[in-house]
């Protein structure tokens, strides 16, 4: 795993061309400053018993959805019970120095799937006292960050929109549901339409719908942020003249750097910032540009381009991305069956292809990277302090201005 880090700075230190003394200001303010990733994913840990359960499964003939649920659990919840991993979990999340992960527990719109996973998590942070928790408001952020503690605060991809529901009431009520639970960031769609809108690469862009606006109601009742990285242009300007509360695009690229239907318009990410929301730009080098060119300068003229646009109060890094751990020596994943894309993702064939080197996992724009991005933003020219809050400090304003919306039986 080292070595493979090693690489990592060296590629993006490479790639950033940082003078010796920017570099060296840049890995200060990021040890001493609050740092959040506005949407990111638990680092990726599969324990040896995790990775030998995969096997299993897949040698009894399991079904790819077996396999796929055997995957997450391995890669989930592998550093519980297992010390190695739940070491090297532990210096990934050190050698990051991300304090606050945003992070989807609730994936897909499937309800089944999202409660397995919100499990996964709630026997993760039960786990790994001294190692990361659960926030679930932004002075809950605050109080364990003061503390020297690592939090995850939970998002779902989707509202639980393909389930056995009764009708648009009953999904309302699992709102709640997802509220009690702890969930506090909820896109309105993925890529595809759902009950509630158009997702970005729905092809006839038609908007919030009317049960659209009940949903975007209900998540600022809540104090639940409406997040909008997924949605369709319209969509995400109807929801955004619906809320009251801030509203976010917390993993997203500028389509004024890079024409793309994930990328926001000049348009709605002015709108996002009039909201007093948060947009927080992606590190996926298939959505930043072309992958045989992008590297970590692709991610800083993403985030230059917003902050001339919106201002440094609105802007932020929502990685939409993790470090994988490798395996431990001496077992290797077997070859399972080969499943289709989620049918609810909607992502065309070449969206997610990565360069031949692999520049996200292995290169300038890995997650283990997060201290040298701030230190990209001391290349950039910005103040101490604008650089706080895009790395950290805009998600605690923004989502209090987001908790101070909610209604009064549900203020924390």
């Known amino acids: 795993m080292h070595d493979l880090i090693s690489t990592c700075r060296q590629r993006a230190k490479a790639a950033l061309g940082a003078t010796p003394a920017q570099l060296e200001h840049g890995l200060e303010l990021h040890r001493d400053s609050f740092v ?20 299993e499964v897949i040698r009894e003939g399991g079904r790819s959805d077996e396999v796929l649920e055997a995957s997450e659990d391995a890669a989930r919840v592998g550093p519980v019970c297992d010390p190695d991993t739940r070491q090297a979990f532990a210096d990934v999340l050190e050698t990051a120095g991300v304090d606050c992960l945003v992070s989807t527990v609730g994936l897909g719109p499937t309800m089944r799937r999202g409660l397995r996973n919100v499990a996964r998590f709630t026997y993760l942070c039960d786990s790994m006292e001294g190692i990361i928790g659960k926030a679930a408001s932004a002075e809950a952020v605050e109080r364990m960050h003061a503390r020297g503690e690592r939090c995850f605060v939970w998002s ?25 639970l702890g969930i506090r960031m909820m896109h309105l769609t993925y890529n595809r339409r759902n009950w509630v809108g158009d997702g970005c690469t729905e092809p006839t862009d038609a ?6 606006h009940e949903i975007v109601a209900r998540l600022n009742d809540r104090g639940v942020i409406v997040d909008t990285p997924h949605s369709g242009k319209q969509t995400t ?82 990685s939409d991305s993790t470090f994988s751990i490798p ?5 290797e994943r077997e070859a399972g069956p080969k499943a289709r894309r989620n049918w609810w993702a909607l992502w065309g064939p070449e969206d997610l292809k990565g360069d031949p080197n692999r520049e996200g996992s292995e290169g300038s724009l890995s997650w283990i990277n997060w201290p040298l991005f701030t230190a990209g933003l001391v290349t950039l020219g910005y103040s101490d302090d604008n650089i706080r809050k895009i790395i950290g400090g805009n998600f605690l ?16």
């Open 207 to 212: 908007g919030l719908s009317d049960f659209g």
């Open 327 to 331: 395996p431990p020596a001496g077992v």
């Open 156 to 180: 779902a991809n989707n509202p639980p929109c393909m389930g056995p529901f009764e009708d648009g009431y009953d999904l309302l009520r699992w709102l709640d549901t997802y509220y009690y």
């Open 237 to 318: 300007l109807d929801a955004i003249r619906a809320s009251r509360a801030p509203v976010f695009a917390s993993h997203t690229g500028c389509e004024g750097v890079f024409q793309h239907p994930r990328c926001k318009s000049d348009e709605e990410l002015k709108a996002i910032a009039d909201s007093g929301g948060v947009i927080g730009i992606y590190i996926l080098p298939g959505l930043l540009g072309d992958p045989s060119h992008v590297s970590i300068r692709t991610l800083l003229e993403h985030i230059d381009y917003a902050v001339e646009l919106v201002g440094p109060d609105h802007v932020m890094i929502g």
């Open 397 to 412: 304003r923004a989502m209090k201005g987001v908790q101070a919306c909610a209604a009064d039986r549900f203020r924390q």
């Open 36 to 55: 959040c990733d506005l949407f990111a994913f638990s680092p990726s840990a599969p324990s040896r018993g995790g990775i030998e359960h995969i096997n």
